[in-house]
C-alpha cells in the first residue's frame, strides 16, 4: 500500500520569494503522483500531476514538482509567489493508471505575506 | 456555476443518528467519488461509482452506504453515527476512471458527531 509524507505542515513565505514543498511517498509498485491546491472555501483543485515520460512537470499558477525515483520525492516548487498562493496543498499518490484511488499527504499550509 | 457541490457544509448531529450527505456534479462526468479526511487531515478514497456501478469499495464499515439514483448525483448515507465518523468528507466526480482525466472535487462537509 502506498502513504504519502509531507514534511512541512505549514510554511510561511514573503510575497515574491520561492516556496518549494516537499512530499515524499512509499510504494512498492509504480507510482502516479498529483499535488492538489485547495483554496478557502473552495474545492481541491489539481495544480499537476506525473504519470510518465519528463520527470518535471509544470502546472497551472506557475507551478512545477520534480518526480525523483530514487529519493520517492515529489516537491512542489514556486519561484516567485503571490498573496493569491496562499492555500493548502496536498500531494496524492496513486498505485493505478485507471482509477483514482489517491492517497493524500496530510497537506502543507502555504500563507503568504506582504 | 459549481462543478461538484456538496450539502451540508457542516453537520452536527448526535451519535446514534442516521444522516446522508449529497453530492451533486454538473460536468456530465460518469464517474464519481468520495474521499474521507480524518483527524491528522489524510484523505482517502471510501467509495468509486462509474455510470451508477459501484467500481471501488474500499474497507468502510457497513454503516457507510452510497446510492447513485444517476450518473450525476453520489449520496453517502450514514447509519447509527460514531463519533470517530467525525471527519471532512469530500466528493469529487471525473470524466472517466483514468488517471488520464482530471478529477474535480467538492468543498468538503465538515461532519461533527457529539
Known amino acids: 500500500a502506498q502513504s504519502v509524507t509531507q514534511l512541512d505542515s505549514q510554511v510561511p513565505v514573503f510575497e515574491e520569494a520561492p516556496v518549494e514543498l516537499r512530499c515524499n511517498y512509499s510504494?512498492?509498485?509504480?507510482?502516479?503522483l498529483f499535488w492538489y491546491v485547495q483554496y478557502p472555501n473552495q474545492g481541491l483543485q489539481l495544480l499537476l500531476k506525473y504519470l510518465s515520460g519528463s520527470t518535471l512537470v509544470k502546472g497551472i499558477n506557475g507551478f512545477e514538482a520534480e518526480f525523483n525515483k530514487s529519493q520517492t520525492s515529489f516537491h512542489l516548487r514556486k519561484p516567485s509567489v503571490h498573496i493569491s498562493d496562499t492555500a493548502e496543498y496536498f500531494c496524492a499518490v496513486s498505485e493505478s493508471p485507471n482509477d483514482y484511488k489517491l492517497s493524500f499527504g496530510a497537506g502543507t499550509t502555504v500563507t503568504v505575506r506582504a | 456555476d459549481t462543478a461538484v457541490s456538496q450539502t451540508p457544509k457542516y453537520l452536527v448531529t448526535q451519535m446514534g443518528n442516521d444522516k446522508s450527505i449529497k453530492c451533486e456534479q454538473n460536468?456530465?462526468?460518469?464517474?464519481m467519488y468520495w474521499y474521507k479526511q480524518d483527524s491528522k487531515k489524510f484523505l482517502k478514497i471510501m467509495f468509486s461509482y462509474n455510470n451508477k456501478e459501484l467500481i471501488i469499495n474500499e474497507t468502510v464499515p457497513n454503516r457507510f452506504s452510497p446510492k447513485s439514483p444517476d450518473k450525476a448525483h453520489l449520496n453517502l448515507h450514514i447509519n447509527s453515527l460514531e463519533l470517530g465518523d467525525s471527519a471532512v468528507y469530500f466528493c469529487?466526480?471525473?470524466?472517466?476512471?483514468?488517471?488520464?482525466?482530471?478529477?474535480?472535487f467538492g468543498q468538503g462537509t465538515r461532519l461533527t458527531v457529539v
Open positions: 510504494s512498492s509498485v509504480s507510482v502516479y
Open positions: 469529487a466526480s471525473s470524466p472517466g476512471t483514468g488517471l488520464n482525466t482530471e478529477a474535480f
Open positions: 460536468l456530465g462526468h460518469d464517474t
